[in-house]
């Protein structure tokens, strides 16, 4: 959990990460078996297929306090349901570009493919997004001020 | 203009008293010469209010899905702009095409009162269109204005001048498409950083007052149950108590209609705030067309739209954002 490091030491950021039940839930599951680890502020949440994730999910994940929203699928074409993740992947591309145009800061956003065979890389790319949004600082542009802790 | 509003009231009194429809959706006088009402017009006697002039920028469309609904026939009235939202309508099964008479009506541009209003003229009575000016007829006397100071802003960059769907047309002029960049905003803000851009959307989406206006009047918010009126969805304040819940409600309406909206700016046109909303929605387009190919909605009434296709080889969502940045 120490490898966050940057100036911002005392901030730790909330991420929330949809991951898909059978690429990226079982790549972090691989990343825990394997004993590599990612930060324990990424609170999954499992989604039968990325393309479930509506895209008032990833905002409302950001209006209860999420710092970052990452959104982990199969590679394209690997897509346990064949298409699920071509869908996810214009959907994310047009909103984050859109929250990116509202002026919220477009590193609090991410897709990742991430496989079940990837435990390593799924522990890369939480630590590195964690790293990122550390070095952001709080989100305050897309937030509910209501449900911030005093 | 006048010439045209009597060729319009023909063509409807003709269609309803040879029985081809049972009403026909139009525009209605209003108080003042500058607020004409849509209505719908059942018989050849209440056509004494029908009204048509530069002051007549709704979109028809919309009122369809109701009013199509009744039985028989619905005429309706549509600028070349508005026949891609029935178009549109009619392509997400809201309305039924065999029960629809569209007819395509000439259009000159379309005036905003607001904008009359802000550079100082009211107390107007009359309004013709003078080359490139438009001359109000007022309580104390003839005032002229640019056309491109009062007219819509939508009009400013006219989509097209053709009807995507018509069964028939009343055209007496020749229409001159105006062709500014729709997207010169766009890009203009894109270019700026993402704290300015910011600051821009905070001042523009705070005056927001949760009117509904906007959502009321899309041609493209068509669900039956709204989730803005669904208080377990959890966004359905009415008031906005932190700045979250303006933007909320802005994002969600704005990808809600993404890929399926015309630009037909009818979201701008009724804001009582004058948040310029349509540049949310062209973002969207200008995306669309840059990632996934030209796109515009409205243009056929079947087929899939850019979200409910996609392609093997579409760009990657990381570097889309990125693409946005470098525009």
């Avoid at chain 1, 970052?68 to 591309?93: E, F, K, S, W």
């Avoid at chain 1, 919220?104 to 493919?113: G, H």
């Avoid at chain 2, 009013?67 to 026949?83: Q, R």
């Avoid at chain 2, 400013?156 to 001048?161: E, H, M, N």
Wanted: charge should be negative; aromatic fraction near 10%.
């Amino acid at each position: 959990m120490q490898e966050v490091n940057t100036e911002n030491e005392k901030f730790v950021p909330n991420i929330v990460a949809f991951c898909c039940n059978w690429c990226s839930y079982a790549g972090a599951d691989l990343a825990g078996s394997s004993r590599l680890s990612y930060p324990a502020n990424v609170k999954i949440v499992r989604v039968p297929c990325s393309c479930r994730v509506n895209p008032t999910f990833v905002l409302k994940a950001f209006q209860r306090g999420a710092d970052g929203v990452i959104l982990c699928g199969c590679h394209p074409g690997d897509c346990h349901y064949v298409t699920g993740n071509y869908y996810t992947r214009r959907r994310m591309a047009l909103l984050f570009s859109f929250l990116d145009y509202l002026g919220i800061e477009k590193e609090r956003t991410r897709v990742e493919w991430v496989s079940a065979a990837e435990g390593a890389k799924f522990s890369a790319v939480m630590n590195d997004f964690v790293r990122q949004v550390t070095a952001l600082g709080e989100n305050k542009r897309i937030s509910d001020l209501r449900v911030k802790e005093e | 203009m006048n010439a045209l509003e009597n060729a319009m009231i023909e063509k409807a009194r003709d269609l309803l008293e040879k029985g081809v429809v049972k009403r026909v959706v139009g525009w209605e006088r209003g108080e003042f010469a500058y607020d004409p009402s849509p209505a719908t017009f059942e018989s050849a006697q209440s056509l004494e209010s029908f009204v048509y002039n530069d002051f007549c920028g709704a979109n028809l469309s919309k009122y369809l899905i109701k009013v199509s609904k009744n039985e028989g026939k619905t005429a309706v009235f549509l600028k070349p702009c508005d026949t891609y939202s029935l178009n549109q309508l009619i392509k997400e099964h809201r309305v039924d095409r065999e029960k629809i008479y569209a007819i395509g009506i000439e259009c000159q541009q379309k005036l905003d009162h607001f904008a009359i209003e802000k550079i100082g003229i009211d107390g107007i009575r009359e309004e013709k269109y003078d080359g490139d000016e438009a001359v109000f007829h007022c309580v104390d006397g003839e005032k002229r204005a640019k056309k491109e100071d009062v007219v819509l802003l939508r009009c400013l960059t006219c989509k097209s001048k053709k009807f995507a769907i018509a069964e028939d047309t009343v055209v007496l002029h020749e229409m001159t498409e105006s062709c500014g960049d729709r997207f010169e905003e766009v890009r203009k803000l894109s270019g700026m950083t993402a704290d300015e851009r910011f600051a821009f959307w905070q001042n523009e989406l705070s005056r927001c007052i949760r009117c509904n206006a906007c959502r009321n009047v899309c041609p493209a918010c068509t669900c039956i149950k709204c989730v803005f009126d669904n208080p377990k969805s959890g966004v359905a304040a009415k008031a906005n108590d932190v700045p979250f819940e303006e933007q909320l409600f802005h994002i969600i309406r704005a990808f809600h209609v993404s890929g399926r909206c015309t630009d037909c700016g009818e979201c701008s046109r009724v804001c009582p705030e004058r948040i310029p909303l349509h540049l949310l929605n062209r973002k969207f387009i200008l995306d669309i067309n840059e990632n996934y190919g030209e796109y515009q909605a409205g243009e056929e009434s079947e087929g899939k739209t850019p979200l409910t296709s996609y392609q093997v080889t579409d760009v990657e969502p990381g570097d889309a954002v990125r693409k946005g940045e470098d525009r």
